[in-house]
């Protein structure tokens, strides 16, 4: 099993950043595949960034330019670093895992592992 905690919730004005957390914790050698995804009031849950370990870095088209995503696998974290903000970021973000290198790690029906969610919110 693997414990996922993300940590970074926050309220910023438009253009304002924010850095979110995510760390692993149990059998982490299931984090081949670490990605950060979001949900919005209504709206289906859609993938932000993600880290295959080894492999490749992906991030959604809306947010290239703006977010980063970053690993640090000695201490088993996951990072989102989110700047330019805007409100229809605002949104639960969640982190996820799973223990294969995914093909389509954008997609969230391919992680096994999920964290609680940590909420951002950005206002005008």
């Known amino acids: 099993q693997v414990q996922l905690v993300e940590s970074g919730e926050g309220s910023v004005q438009v253009g304002g950043s924010l850095r979110l957390s995510c760390a692993a914790s149990g059998y982490t050698v299931v984090t081949k595949s670490m990605g950060w995804f979001r949900q919005a009031p209504g709206k289906e849950r859609e993938g932000v960034a993600s880290s295959v370990r080894d492999v490749r870095i992906k991030y959604a088209d809306f947010v290239k330019g703006r977010f980063t995503i970053s690993r640090d696998n000695t201490e088993n974290t996951l990072y989102l670093k989110m700047n330019s903000l805007q409100p229809e970021d605002s949104a639960m973000y969640y982190c996820?895992?799973?223990?294969?290198?995914?093909?389509?790690?954008?997609?969230?029906?391919?992680?096994?592992?999920w964290g609680q969610g940590t909420q951002v919110t950005v206002s005008s």
């Open positions: 996820a895992a799973d223990s294969a290198r995914l093909w389509q790690p954008l997609e969230p029906t391919s992680y096994t592992y």
